[in-house]
């Protein structure tokens, strides 16, 4: 390849007008075809920008000022949107957020699984796209004498100490955590410093559920110990009725993982519950559990449309975690098999069958792309498989024991376009098709894109 210096140098302020959006929401402009990624930037865009770093085929710039606005610019409702950094698309319409998780899954479809056939449906969104996570965790410091509770800076662990709402959060949840450092700073429990690993109280988590409105309050802390905890616990249940559970967790180390392994009840339930579509959850602090149901419906319903069950089907749910596509499935199937890697994912499903009286689910402690051709070896022939694996895909190995299975359905659920479309291609050549693709947006205001997929094995097989 030819050496080529870049048209533009750092430092310099250039007007620059924005064509497309990467996969994180920054804009893209061209100078002379060499392209600079801008946050903050919208397609359709002319902007004041300054260079920031120039690499050879590519560089960063900084906005300085929109010139000529896009019709999908909208002032964010966050005080911290830019410090914060947990959301990336607060400054664009909803409907452009919405168009643009479609288009991304449509360019990784065609560029990395050459499959532009494969219809990609519009994503679909929320009607109100704020305040939809159920949990928080927010870490605790001491400024001035004083506790306070915010996110991290962006790329920092420096806390934006006027922080008083998360406007994507359940609204109790930032409630319930303006009460813990009230009365946690009111008794004077030390907040945790992080520099010279002393104090006490390092995070505190809250998650309330959607739909039956019980909050656990977690509280992180460094030492066994937690002072004034009888005092702080009594407050908090006596004011605030909802909370159904308080827990200490411990975490010792010097660690960004918020919670420890140990976790002490100090009032209440172990557990919390919640429901999705009819399916109910125990959920402990411990537990995963999606963090916007009313959208995880959405997209379990899809998967189930896409999984065509009749009642008869055997299923296997692979990355089962705390079971919840498979008992999904399993009201409509005859008998559904969930493999998953964490062995306390695995318990908590098994709990959960049998709070919804379900006997037709089996849950098996395992790596999927071990646990599947051993399962084929054993005899097990599944009508549908359903997959939902983490970022990285799936592994070849399960691709391959789907491939020899021959299942009639492979309905395949991913938090990530790029390694489902690889994915999806290697289903293909080894005789499956592609037949739809429906983007669930699960994250507004964020750049993550959840899909599920529709795979059929072709007649010819
Ligand atoms: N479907 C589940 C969770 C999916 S998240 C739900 O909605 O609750 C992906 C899950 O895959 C995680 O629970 C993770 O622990 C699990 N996992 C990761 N690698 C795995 C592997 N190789 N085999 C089995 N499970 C795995």
Known sequence: MAKTTPPVEKNQTIELTFEDLTHDGDGVGKVNGYPLFVPYA???????????????????????????????????????????????????????QLDMKQRQVQNAMKKIGHLEHVPVHPSLGMDDPWRYRNKIQIPAAERNGEMITGFYRKRSHDIIDDMETCVIQDEVNDRMVEAVRRIASRLGIPAYNEEQHRGVLRHIMVRTGQQTNETMIVLVTRTNELPYAKELVAELHETYPHIKS?????????????????????WGEEYIYDTIGDIKFAISAQSFYQVNPA???????????????????????????????????????????????????????????????????????????????????????????VVDPPRKGCD??????????????????????????????????GGFETKQVQPVDMFPQTGHIECVAEIELKVSN
């Not at 050879?56 to 909208?74: A, M």
């Not at 308080?246 to 100090?266: D, F």
């Not at 491939?403 to 050549?429: G, H, Q, W």
């Open 396 to 429: 070849e190995e399960l691709l391959q024991a789907m491939i020899d299975m021959k299942p009639k359905r492979i309905v395949y659920v991913s938090c990530n376009p790029s390694t489902l479309a690889r994915d999806l291609r290697f289903l293909e050549d």
């Open 42 to 96: 919208l397609p359709g865009e002319t902007a004041q920008v300054k260079v920031i770093k120039t690499k050879k085929n590519f560089g960063f710039g900084k906005l300085l000022e929109v010139t000529k606005p896009s019709e999908h610019r909208v002032e964010p409702p966050c005080d911290v949107y830019i410090q914060c950094g947990g959301c990336q698309l607060q400054h664009m319409s909803y409907t452009m």
């Open 295 to 385: 959208q995880t419906k959405v997209l379990y319903d899809q998967a189930l449309k896409y999984a065509n069950l009749s009642g008869n089907e055997t299923v296997i749910d692979a990355y089962s975690g705390i079971g919840t596509i498979s008992l999904f499935l399993a009201q409509k199937a005859k008998k559904v098999y969930g493999v998953e890697i964490v062995p306390q994912a695995v318990s908590d499903a098994k709990m959960n069958a049998k709070l919804n009286h379900m006997d037709n689910a089996e849950f098996y402690v395992g790596k999927a792309e071990e646990v599947m051709p051993w399962w084929k070896a054993q005899g097990l022939n599944p009508d549908v498989i």
């Open 246 to 266: 308080i827990v200490q967790n411990i975490n010792k180390e010097r660690t960004n993982v918020i919670l420890g392994r140990k976790t002490k009840l100090l």
